[in-house]
Structure formats: C-alpha cells, structure tokens
C-alpha cells in the first residue's frame, strides 16, 4: 500500500534553511504529480508546491515563491522541498503526498506522519 515518509525537519532561526525529504512506497513514484503540503497551526493544509512526474513542471504558491525549491529522484523515490530565507509563518507540519494530475487534491485518502518545521528566534 501507499507509504510516505517524511523527514528532515525542525527547529531554525528566521532567515535560515532546512531540506525536507519524503520518501514513497507502494505505488509507482516516477508517473505520479508529487506535492508538499503545510499545515501550520490552527489552520487548514494548504499545497506549498508540486512536481510534474518527470520534475520538468514546478508550482509554488505566492507565499514561498523564490524562496522554496521542489525537487524529486526518481530512482530513489524520494522528493524534496529546499527551504531558505525561512519566516516564523512558515512554521507547520509538512506532508508530502501523492497528487491526483496537476492540481492541489491527493490521489489516495492516506496522508504520512508528516514532519515538524518551527521558524523562531
């Protein structure tokens, strides 16, 4: 069944950078639209970014444009979000997951651990 993963986060100072990493299982990586949610407290989920299957489309919502990079490997299952200039609002969970074509709804009902970024001085 659908398995991710997510790793890499924690705690940083405003202005600094954290790469997290979301590693996928269970379904076939490299023909599937991957997106990276965040959930920042007290507030809905909300698509930050995505990557086309073969990583060549990218869209990033206004509020982390310029500063977030969505990459992915597909020989290792893995996508990435590269966060610099961090702000104490981007602090959330953040999922990975799997996105059903080009647009901000999931493909599965299934949603990983997620993982934790605190922007903070």
């Known amino acids: 069944q659908v398995q991710l993963v997510e790793s890499g986060g924690g705690s940083v100072q405003p202005g600094g950078s954290l790469r997290v990493s979301c590693a996928a299982s269970?379904?076939?990586?490299?023909?599937?639209?991957m997106g990276w949610y965040r959930q920042a407290p007290g507030k809905e989920r909300v698509l930050v970014a995505r990557?086309?299957?073969?990583?060549?489309?990218?869209y990033y919502d206004d509020s982390v444009k310029g500063r977030f990079t969505i990459s992915r490997d597909n020989a290792k299952n893995t996508v990435y979000l590269q966060m610099n200039s961090l702000k104490p609002e981007d602090t959330g969970v953040y999922y990975c997951?799997?996105?059903?074509?080009?647009?901000?709804?999931?493909?599965?009902?299934?949603w990983g651990q997620g993982t934790q970024v605190t922007v903070s001085r």
């Open positions: 997951n799997v996105l059903a074509g080009w647009t901000t709804k999931t493909k599965y009902d299934y």
């Open positions: 990557i086309s299957s073969n990583g060549g489309g990218k």
């Open positions: 269970g379904f076939t990586f490299s023909m599937n639209v």
